[in-house]
């Protein structure tokens, strides 16, 4: 139980596109789930909390309008990278929240903006 | 705010046993996480401990104590594959997300 799925697991695209990423809960409902970053040898970083049906709360220094977070049922949370740029290539992780205070993360997504 | 402290590095033989302690500091505590996380993956759940004490799971075991704001992870019968990060978590507010250090990068050799 508590498996978390993302989608796609890597994305390439130019730069000035958007990109959406999928985070869904498999097995159980979620209202709150989280994304994360992660830049090579570094830690996770927080970057919004989502809950279902209200807007994503947004750590200092990311800016909500280029993540975009939409948490609209209980078991999909979705990312959107607009307008991406070579420095926004990333590994994004999402986390939900399940059974009790356990976050389980997805597999995460690769990122890469050319 | 939040801190934590662990080693940034440790190595170790296989089948050896090998604890890597935590310490940390938060406002509001609601349980301390142990993930592992394997290079180029997302981390894996380990333990969870909420009480003082240790929680014994298979090879890993996990230790509280909330005086003293730390915790250890004991991995015992070391195994190649259990080359990785292992990162500690302390959950301050209930229902908020976990902040994570840089973790502890073990290397596991023959």
Redesign the interface.
């Known amino acids: 139980g508590?498996v978390v799925s993302q989608h796609p697991s890597w994305v390439i695209c130019k730069s000035g596109t958007s990109v959406k990423i999928e985070c869904r809960s498999l097995d159980f409902q979620a209202t709150?789930m989280?994304w994360y970053r992660q830049f090579p040898k570094?830690?996770?970083m927080?970057m919004a909390?989502s809950n279902e049906g209200s807007k994503a709360t947004y750590e200092q220094g990311v800016e909500k309008d280029k993540f975009l977070i939409n948490h609209a049922s209980l078991t999909l949370s979705t990312l959107t990278v607009t307008s991406a740029h070579p420095e926004d290539s990333s590994?994004y992780?999402c986390?939900a929240?399940g059974f009790?205070?356990?976050?389980?993360?997805?597999?995460?997504t690769r990122l890469l903006v050319l | 705010g939040q801190n934590i402290d662990q080693p940034t590095e440790m190595t170790a033989t296989e089948g050896a046993i090998v604890q890597i302690n935590c310490t940390y500091q938060t406002s509001g505590f609601?349980?301390l996480?142990w993930?592992q996380q394997h290079a180029?993956?997302?981390?894996?759940?380990l333990s969870?401990n909420v009480l003082d004490g240790l929680e014994e799971k298979g090879r890993f075991s996990s230790f509280l104590s909330r005086s003293k704001g730390y915790s250890y992870l004991l991995l015992k019968e070391l195994q190649m594959k259990d080359s990785a990060s292992y990162?500690c978590a302390p959950?301050g507010e209930?229902?908020?997300?976990?902040?994570?250090?840089?973790?502890t990068t073990l290397s596991v050799s023959s």
């Open positions: 508590a709150t989280f570094q830690s996770l927080l909390t590994f992780i986390s929240m009790g205070e356990t976050q389980y993360f997805g597999p995460g | 609601n349980g996480f993930y180029g993956e997302a981390p894996t759940f969870y990162l959950l209930a229902g908020t997300a976990l902040i994570f250090g840089k973790g």
